[in-house]
């Protein structure tokens, strides 16, 4: 099957080329060409293609407290310690936490995302209900397990957590001691496991000079990073962390976004950058609002607005897949033909179609291809199979593991 845009992100950096004709094969991409004579199967107008998206943090459980505490301070409404959301979670009954996240992830599949990182709150509750809930669904669920709040300071705990799913989700760096997280550090690296951990999300961790400690533990990831400053921030990803801005979540809850001039540095020297979309009490799991998002707010003191556009491009697909060790190369020949096709009316007239399709992406058309298949995202139901989605995401899950 041949399919032509009029625009496409090519390969791992996402080079824009004009009129391209995609090949699939036995839902592999088996050839990119540009327009040939022979008219394609397929051509869809005033179209762009990128890379599927993933989401590299999300807390899927929390979709069954919309806009708690609306009144609190953060602090206590999500902290282990002090927040009242651990105890309304537990107040929940497993089947309206299952039901509730699954709502949560057909939202993402419907917004062009395949893989979401959710952290599993209240450790082997949390990693139940989002078995169950993805169970049904198409979207890949990584699960980060997160102690308890009684075992928050507890690093026999977290060590634990760590050794059976070589995977955790620590809410600060704060909750241990020093020689603690070396331990932890250690164990990870033996484990070959991923630690994500919320760093400097807010001013009073970042005063308390959490990213310092971030060295000691060298996480995966490094989830908000919202008041980091360009050195700080490269320094962490210079030893291997990802950084993972939440850009709507930290405006709303924080009031600011990580510097989008800062972002870039990370994404030209490392190219460790990812998004993610943070708590579903407040925030829909779509990794294109966020990208328009942090655009919009940004844009008026990003140094070099095209070169922004292609680092948030980056972070939402092929960033994401590679913070959370899956292999995959976007539109790419030989590479699984998982893609979207996003349809912006304004493309043909564009003076800077990137930036035409970033101030556009959350009221756009997206299509989604699998394999052969065209899925219209929009019409997706989640009563019915969706054709071809089964074989790409069986090859995403081998590479993740
Ligand atoms: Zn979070």
């Known amino acids: 099957m041949r399919i032509c845009v009029d625009y496409a992100l090519i390969g791992t950096n996402l080079d824009l080329e004009r009129n391209i004709c995609i090949s699939i094969e036995n ?9 040939t004579s022979t008219s394609p199967d397929i051509y869809i107008p005033s179209s762009i293609a990128i890379p599927i998206t993933a989401n590299c943090h999300a807390h899927c459980l929390d979709a069954a407290l919309p806009s708690i505490g609306e009144d609190l301070e953060l602090e206590l409404v999500v902290s282990p310690r002090r927040g009242i959301k651990y105890a309304e979670i537990s107040r929940c009954s497993i089947d309206k936490l299952t039901e509730c996240a699954k709502l949560y992830l057909a939202h993402a599949f419907r917004q062009g995302v395949i893989v979401v990182a959710s952290y599993a709150e209240l450790e082997s509750l949390g990693v139940e209900v989002l078995a169950r809930a993805s169970s049904s669904i198409p979207v890949i669920v990584v699960p980060f397990p997160q102690p308890c709040p009684s075992d928050i300071s507890s690093v026999e705990k977290y060590l634990a957590i760590l050794k059976t799913m070589r995977r955790l ?41 959490d990213f310092e400690r971030a060295l000691e533990l060298k996480p995966r990831a490094a989830i908000h990073c919202t008041y980091l400053g360009k050195e700080e921030a490269l320094e962490l990803s210079r030893v291997g962390i990802w950084i993972v801005p939440c850009p709507r979540s930290n405006t709303f809850l924080v009031g600011r976004v990580m510097d989008p001039n800062v972002f870039v540095e990370v ?34 003191i990003a140094r070099d607005r095209m070169l922004f556009v292609k680092a948030l491009l980056y972070a939402a697909t092929i960033g994401c ?34 930036h035409t399709l970033v101030e556009r992406l959350s009221s756009s058309r997206v299509i989604a291809v699998f ?7 929009e019409t997706v139901s989640m009563h019915t199979p969706i054709k071809g989605v089964e074989k790409i995401r069986r090859s995403f899950e081998q590479s993740l593991q």
Request: glycine letters at 4%; charged letters at 25%.
């Open 27 to 35: 839902n592999r991409i088996s050839q990119i060409t540009g327009y």
């Open 267 to 300: 994404f030209l020297e490392t190219k460790r950058i990812a998004l993610g979309t943070d708590n579903a009490a407040w925030f829909t799991p779509s990794v294109l609002r966020e990208i328009e998002h942090y655009y919009m707010v940004s844009r008026v």
């Open 321 to 354: 897949f590679r913070c959370l060790g899956i292999e995959y190369r976007g539109i790419y020949e030989n590479e699984n033909a998982a893609m979207l096709i996003v349809q912006v009316p304004e493309l043909r007239y564009s003076y800077s179609p990137l």
């Open 169 to 209: 989700g620590m809410n600060t760096l704060l909750d241990l001691e020093f020689e603690d997280l070396k331990e932890l550090a250690k164990a990870a690296q033996h484990l070959s496991a991923h630690i994500h951990v919320h760093v400097s999300e807010t001013e009073r961790l970042y005063r308390a000079k």
């Open 371 to 377: 394999g052969e298949n065209i899925v219209p995202l």
